[in-house]
């Protein structure tokens, strides 16, 4: 999709298997037929984004890798098809000029290395939030060997930004700070030509999650953070003229808020 004189384009690395327990410890098995199959399983995509403006060309997000990862409770996801899904779209990696990962959750990273550690990616720029760096590479979280041993051999280089706030990653793609998730998430917000979209990330796993009072994010590491970071973009998602898809949105297909159906509560 066109988004002014920017080129939007999604490229799914593959499927995450998601059941209503993800979104709600007591959801029941059956809730939401209109997105759970009959075995309770919702196929969404391991979603990437690519960016074209000017000579840059932004991935935001780099997919699980070539990988099958199971979850509690009967889920999995995985990956693999990002540079095939690249390519079709007529994207090599060498040409990738930055890449900004919305967090550092295992399907959102898993392209960045192969497993000597070097870069798929050689050219490019990565640009992730500071706090995710301290939470994943030096602190407790989750992370594959590989792709630590990766962002370790980055530290220090210009090939790696750590944000802290806000920042333009060029003209307009801004990196906006939306915690929660994880301690450092953050979204991307694309602008041109008076069109708005905005890249969710994980902020808002599921559209579902909207339509659903008390439907979360399992995965969300500080629920009320992240709840707050949701309102935020809700806002923005209702304000008319902003559109915004998230990671593992059906068939990763923007939509905006009807602001009928969704009441804004902004202090819990
Ligand atoms: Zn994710």
Known sequence: MRV???ELCPVSDGSFVARPRY??????????????????????????????IGDRVIL????????????PDDMYLVGG????????????????????????HTDHVGWLFDQHADPVFAAATIWLGAKDWDHFVDGPGEMAAHIEAGFRRCAGTPRLRLLNQDTPVAEGVTAV????????????M????????????????????LEEPGWHSLGDIDP????????RLCLWLADGRTIGVGAHFPELRPGHLA??????????
Do not use: K
């Open 4 to 6: 002014g004189e920017l």
């Open 23 to 52: 979104f709600d410890d007591d959801a029941h098995p059956g809730a939401r037929p209109d997105v759970f199959d009959r075995d309770g399983a919702a196929w969404l995509p391991i979603g990437c984004f690519v960016i074209r």
């Open 60 to 71: 935001v997000d780099a997919g699980l890798g070539p990988e099958l990862q199971y979850l």
């Open 81 to 104: 098809q990002l540079l095939t899904g690249l390519r079709a779209v007529d994207v090599s990696p060498g040409e990738v000029s930055d890449i900004v990962c919305t967090h550092l």
């Open 177 to 188: 700070m939306t915690p929660g998730h994880t301690p450092g998430h953050l979204s991307v």
């Open 190 to 209: 694309v602008e041109s030509g008076g069109s708005r979209v905005l890249l969710l990330g994980d902020a808002i796993t599921c559209p579902v999650q």
């Open 224 to 231: 009320v953070l992240a709840e707050r970071s949701r309102q």
């Open 259 to 268: 602001t009928a159906e969704w009441q804004p509560v902004l202090s819990r």
